[in-house]
């Protein structure tokens, strides 16, 4: 397993580049929460809310959406196509240069 780096675009539009290890079986909420993003991931990343709603802005091929994912987007606020839950995008390899911007909260 390698590092990889990832980009999170925080909501006054501040880069953090972070190098991540693929070995610990983070998810992209548990980095953003372990690197004091303003994530709350009130569920735990069981796909139960939604405050750890991303917008993936580059091309990556991330792992194909649950219906637990789907269901809690059609809820969320400020969903757009490229809507993600962070609890639900695991951080592997081929995740290396992925960008990510932190969709607004409801307040």
């Not at 780096?5 to 992209?28: C, F, K, Q, Y």
């Not at 980095?31 to 709350?40: D, G, H, I, T």
Request: charge should be negative; aromatic fraction near 2%; glycine fraction near 6%.
């Amino acid at each position: 397993m390698a590092d990889i780096n990832i980009t999170i675009v925080d909501r006054e539009d501040v880069a953090h580049e972070i190098v991540v290890p693929t070995d610990m079986g983070l998810n992209l909420m548990e980095l953003c929460k372990a690197n004091e993003l303003p994530v709350e991931g009130t569920c735990g990343g069981m796909a139960l809310c939604s405050t750890c709603h991303v917008y993936v802005q580059t091309e990556h091929t991330l792992n194909e959406m649950t219906d637990d994912e789907e269901d809690m987007l059609d809820q969320a606020f400020f969903v757009e196509d490229n809507s993600r839950l962070g609890c639900q995008i695991p951080i592997e390899e081929s995740l290396d240069g992925l960008v990510v911007k932190l969709a607004p909260t409801s307040n």
